[in-house]
């Protein structure tokens, strides 16, 4: 189990740090300009990049989950991948945000995306941390 769940995180932080890549305004050609002439990325991009901070750990602890390891190591892994989960979903949505035309391609696509892969790393998660159990309490009912 640890091993499909680990693989899966793996496959959602992949998804994680590539999508905003190709689905942000930027990527689209679209920027503000500024009074001054200047043009800069829109929210979008910010979120973006900050998104490839939470896709890097994440997929970093589906790897360390492929590999057989102590109970509190899981434990822990569990903790990280359920906290980078909620990152990815705060992110678009409350944190940085996304542009506020409902039509630009990262309301669309980026956002509803991420929310997904965040949920689904959270339940991916969720699975680790329920296997990883308390290595006492088997050993109390193996000597019963």
Do not use: Y
Not at 107 to 115: E, G, S, Y
């Amino acid at each position: 189990m640890n091993r499909l769940m680990g693989g899966l995180i793996i496959l959602l932080a992949l998804v994680i740090g590539i999508v905003p890549a190709f689905t942000d305004c930027q990527s689209q050609g679209r920027s503000l300009t500024t009074a001054d002439g200047r043009s800069i990325p829109m929210k979008c991009h910010w979120t973006g990049l900050a998104e490839i901070g939470v896709a890097v750990p994440l997929g970093l602890t589906g790897l360390f989950n492929l590999r057989k390891q102590r109970k509190d190591t899981s434990r822990f892994l569990a903790v990280f991948g359920l906290a980078s989960g909620a990152l990815a979903i705060l992110f678009p949505t409350v944190l940085i945000g996304v542009c506020g035309n409902p039509d630009m391609i990262c309301n669309m696509i980026m956002r509803p995306t991420m929310i997904a892969a965040g949920i689904l790393a959270i339940a991916a998660s969720a699975v680790l941390f329920a296997n990883a159990k308390d290595s006492r309490s088997q050993a109390v009912s193996a000597a019963s």
